[in-house]
């Protein structure tokens, strides 16, 4: 009797796990990426670097900054050194930016590599 009661509990146990893992296969991903706006630069972070190395914006027009992390990639900021700006997950903000070359770091330590987790802002 008790090998028959075993045997519907592990048969149950198989069907609710199937179940979930289609369930949660079929769910969106969190980070959904919507489309990039024309006037928007968006900044991905993963585990210790930027999704470029570079970035290349135009000096005196208005830009959307918007930083993601990376699904899997860690927690991490972004802040833009000689600016206010300074972004978590999510986040946006506006900014018009002189010509120069402008630093970007990881905002929120983040590891071992977090000192490397940079790139370069480019205003022409």
């Given at each position: ?6 045997l519907?509990l592990?048969?149950?146990?198989s069907v609710m796990?199937?179940v979930?893992s ?7 991903p ?5 489309p ?11 585990n210790?670097?930027?999704d ?16 993601r ?15 206010d ?6 986040e946006?903000?506006?900014?018009t ?7 970007i770091?990881?905002s929120?330590?983040c ?14």
């Amino acid at each position: 009797m008790h090998k028959w009661i075993m045997l519907a509990l592990v048969i149950a146990a198989s069907v609710m796990a199937v179940v979930f893992s289609i369930t949660e296969a079929m769910k969106e991903p969190e980070h959904a990426e919507e489309p990039v706006a024309e006037n928007e630069l968006r900044i991905t972070g993963t585990n210790f670097e930027f999704d470029q190395a570079e970035y290349h914006i135009t000096a005196g027009e208005e830009v959307v900054l918007s930083y993601r992390n990376a699904l899997g990639g860690g927690i991490h900021g972004m802040a833009i050194n000689g600016t206010d700006i300074n972004l978590k997950d999510g986040e946006s903000a506006n900014y018009t930016f002189e010509p120069g070359v402008y630093d970007i770091i990881c905002s929120i330590m983040c590891g071992e590599g977090h000192t490397e987790m940079t790139a370069k802002l480019i205003v022409e």
